[in-house]
Protein backbone atom coordinates (compact mmCIF):
# COMPACT_ATOMS: atom_id res chain seq x y z
CA UNK A 1 0.00 0.00 0.00
CA UNK A 2 1.55 3.08 -1.23
CA UNK A 3 1.29 5.79 2.08
CA UNK A 4 1.05 9.69 1.01
CA UNK A 5 3.18 10.53 4.67
CA UNK A 6 5.81 8.20 6.57
CA UNK A 7 8.23 9.22 9.65
CA UNK A 8 11.90 8.08 9.95
CA UNK A 9 12.86 6.23 12.73
CA UNK A 10 14.31 9.39 14.52
CA UNK A 11 10.52 11.47 14.23
CA UNK A 12 8.78 8.36 15.61
CA UNK A 13 11.04 8.04 18.76
CA UNK A 14 10.53 11.86 18.93
CA UNK A 15 6.57 11.22 18.69
CA UNK A 16 6.29 8.83 21.22
CA UNK A 17 8.25 11.28 24.08
CA UNK A 18 5.93 14.05 22.92
CA UNK A 19 2.96 11.22 23.85
CA UNK A 20 4.24 10.53 26.67
CA UNK A 21 4.62 13.81 27.61
CA UNK A 22 0.98 15.43 26.06
CA UNK A 23 -1.02 12.44 25.30
CA UNK A 24 -2.32 11.99 21.84
CA UNK A 25 -0.96 13.91 19.35
CA UNK A 26 -1.80 14.79 15.47
CA UNK A 27 0.10 17.12 13.22
CA UNK A 28 -0.82 19.49 10.22
CA UNK A 29 1.67 20.67 7.64
CA UNK A 30 1.87 24.39 7.81
CA UNK A 31 1.16 26.39 4.93
CA UNK A 32 4.12 28.70 5.20
CA UNK A 33 2.44 31.56 7.08
CA UNK A 34 4.34 32.38 10.36
CA UNK A 35 6.24 28.97 10.82
CA UNK A 36 7.14 28.26 6.85
CA UNK A 37 6.08 25.20 5.90
CA UNK A 38 7.09 23.20 8.49
CA UNK A 39 4.81 19.82 10.10
CA UNK A 40 3.26 21.21 13.34
CA UNK A 41 2.63 18.88 16.27
CA UNK A 42 -0.05 19.10 18.41
CA UNK A 43 -2.06 17.81 21.26
CA UNK A 44 -5.28 15.75 19.33
CA UNK A 45 -7.78 18.58 18.98
CA UNK A 46 -6.06 21.51 19.48
CA UNK A 47 -5.69 22.53 16.29
CA UNK A 48 -9.37 22.36 14.54
CA UNK A 49 -9.58 20.64 11.24
CA UNK A 50 -12.38 21.09 8.32
CA UNK A 51 -13.66 20.74 5.29
CA UNK A 52 -10.63 22.88 4.09
CA UNK A 53 -8.23 20.03 5.28
CA UNK A 54 -6.95 16.70 3.40
CA UNK A 55 -5.90 13.88 5.79
CA UNK A 56 -2.98 12.14 4.61
CA UNK A 57 -2.57 9.41 7.01
CA UNK A 58 -1.32 8.44 9.83
CA UNK A 59 2.75 8.46 11.70
CA UNK A 60 3.27 6.98 15.17
CA UNK A 61 -1.19 6.58 15.34
CA UNK A 62 -1.12 10.09 15.09
CA UNK A 63 -3.77 11.87 12.15
CA UNK A 64 -1.44 13.76 9.81
CA UNK A 65 -3.37 16.68 7.76
CA UNK A 66 -2.81 19.42 5.30
CA UNK A 67 -4.92 22.19 3.86
CA UNK A 68 -6.71 20.99 0.77
CA UNK A 69 -4.84 24.28 -2.04
CA UNK A 70 -1.64 23.19 -0.37
CA UNK A 71 -2.23 19.33 -0.93
CA UNK A 72 -2.63 20.21 -4.69
CA UNK A 73 0.70 21.21 -5.20
CA UNK A 74 2.24 17.94 -2.98
CA UNK A 75 -0.43 15.41 -4.38
CA UNK A 76 2.28 13.66 -6.37
CA UNK A 77 4.86 13.74 -4.13
CA UNK A 78 5.34 11.32 -0.84
CA UNK A 79 6.11 13.30 2.30
CA UNK A 80 9.05 11.57 4.75
CA UNK A 81 8.78 13.42 8.29
CA UNK A 82 12.06 13.54 10.23
CA UNK A 83 13.63 15.59 12.69
CA UNK A 84 16.52 17.66 12.90
CA UNK A 85 18.25 19.45 15.94
CA UNK A 86 17.20 23.42 15.98
CA UNK A 87 14.00 24.98 16.71
CA UNK A 88 10.98 24.33 15.28
CA UNK A 89 7.50 26.28 14.75
CA UNK A 90 6.60 28.30 18.12
CA UNK A 91 3.54 26.31 18.74
CA UNK A 92 4.71 23.13 17.63
CA UNK A 93 5.08 20.72 20.98
CA UNK A 94 8.92 19.56 20.06
CA UNK A 95 10.25 23.06 20.44
CA UNK A 96 11.06 22.62 24.05
CA UNK A 97 13.29 18.65 23.19
CA UNK A 98 15.67 21.27 20.90
CA UNK A 99 14.35 19.27 18.26
CA UNK A 100 11.93 20.27 14.65
CA UNK A 101 9.91 18.09 12.17
CA UNK A 102 11.01 18.33 9.12
CA UNK A 103 9.64 17.38 5.75
CA UNK A 104 11.52 15.51 3.43
CA UNK A 105 9.82 14.48 0.26
CA UNK A 106 10.24 12.33 -3.28
CA UNK A 107 8.05 12.18 -6.08
CA UNK A 108 6.01 9.02 -6.47
CA UNK A 109 6.56 6.90 -9.50
CA UNK A 110 4.05 6.14 -12.13
CA UNK A 111 2.69 3.21 -10.25
CA UNK A 112 2.43 4.09 -6.83
CA UNK A 113 -0.05 7.31 -8.52
CA UNK A 114 -1.98 5.13 -10.10
CA UNK A 115 -2.22 2.89 -7.04
CA UNK A 116 -3.18 5.89 -5.01
CA UNK A 117 -5.97 6.47 -8.02
CA UNK A 118 -5.02 10.25 -8.50
Known sequence: ??????ATDAA???IETLKLKHGPL????SGGCCDGSAPMCY???EFLVGESDVK???IGDCPFYMGKAQFEYWRHTQLIIDVVPGR???FSL???EGLRFLTRSRVFTDAEV???GD
Open 1 to 6: MVQRVL
Open 12 to 14: LAL
Open 26 to 29: MFHQ
Open 43 to 45: ALG
Open 56 to 58: LGV
Open 88 to 90: GGM
Open 94 to 96: EGP
Open 114 to 116: AAL
